[in-house]
């Protein structure tokens, strides 16, 4: 078992940063793709950003490419997303997500379905 914990989330103005973290416990995750996904009010949690375990690929959703940036320190068992460029519409509750990829790359990691391992979620505000 994998239990995930984010934290960083917050209120912040448009074209504010915010720096989310994701912490593992129970087992290591260096053999985990990480992702970040993100759902806003009366919306669908969408695919925000997916790293490779050995934190050397990277892929991001269209919405926050330029503005977002995924990392990951497996001697400290953490993901990053450092999100910068804030906009309103970035306003959801951001998930972190670990999965057993079977050799897929962060490209082919974009569906919640393929994710074993969910954080509670931080909730990221952005006034305008």
């Known amino acids: 078992q994998v239990q995930l914990v984010e934290s960083g989330g917050g209120l912040v103005q448009a074209g504010g940063s915010l720096r989310l973290s994701c912490a593992a416990s129970?087992?290591?995750?260096?053999?985990?793709?990480m992702g970040w996904f993100r759902q806003a009010p009366g919306k669908e949690r969408e695919f925000v950003a997916a790293i490779s375990w050995g934190g050397g690929t990277t892929y991001y959703a269209d919405s926050v490419k330029g503005r977002f940036t995924i990392s990951r320190d497996n001697a400290k068992n953490t993901v990053y997303l450092q999100m910068n460029s804030l906009k309103p519409e970035d306003t959801a509750v951001c998930y972190c997500a670990a999965a057993r990829a079977y050799g897929l790359g962060p490209a082919r990691m974009v569906k919640k379905e393929q994710y074993d391992y969910w954080g509670q979620g931080t909730q990221v505000t952005v006034s305008s």
């Open positions: 129970g087992r290591t995750l260096s053999s985990y793709v």
